[in-house]
């Protein structure tokens, strides 16, 4: 993953998670990071993972950092205050970054006022941009979802209380590394409330689940696919064939389209 990227500055504002919801626990700290190696390693090792780079360990950023870790034990976190380290990531001032490996992307929240920080707002951060192999639809992902330069959506209607949900989800996965950084994997769960309205965008209905659906940011094209089994197979060969047929698009010659127009 890149040593740089965009930034998100914190100068007066802040904002789920992709698996599951965060609980307290006992002692949880970050990987304690000291060279340039296990920092690499220990953002390579994960699909999401997350660092904090403090120029001083003890500023109050740095303390609601090491609070938000505790309520947070589903993402690996690290931190790190090396000069050296820090200079390799060309980080200038105290920074979270989150790096994931779905689109290869690092995010930066920069601290520029420790004041307008809390760890609601670090939660929120890690939250909104914690995009996996799979991610599960919420509020909160979503936005981290369309801020993705990756245009395509797939999306698996299922129901996670079904006995299916294991298999099911593990295909699902498997496909899914396949498309890096060409697709995002995003698992609706229909037994959520409020995921209905995402069912009924993509015109489906309950009864005819589990359903593919694939989406382009761009245009808002999309396309359904009922399944009667969730296999590799079958995910591979509906992402493939919108991926084909959006690229198709693209590179189509503006003069083609405007003899298909003429005729």
Known sequence: MCPTSPCCNLGGSGEENSSSEGTIREEREPVLLEDIPSTAAFIDGAEVAVVGFFQDS???EAL???????NIPDVPFGICTSSQVLSHYNITKNTISLFRMVDNKRQ???IQDSNKVDVDKLSRFVRINELRWVTEYNPMTAVGLFDSAVQIHLLLFTDKTSPLHTE???????????FQ???LFILVDISVK???????????????????AAYYTADEEQNVQLLDEVSVEKITDFCNAFLERKEGEKTSKPEDKLFREEL
Request: avoid cysteine; glycine fraction near 4%; charge should be positive.
């Open 168 to 178: 099911r989800i593990n295909k699902y996965r498997e496909a899914a590394v396949a």
């Open 58 to 60: 003890e500023k109050p």
């Open 108 to 110: 930066d929240l920069e």
């Open 181 to 183: 950084g060409k697709a």
């Open 194 to 212: 409020g995921n209905d309205r995402v069912l009924s965008y993509f015109h489906l209905k309950k009864s005819q689940l589990p359903a593919l």
């Open 64 to 70: 609601k950092f090491l609070t938000m870790v505790k």
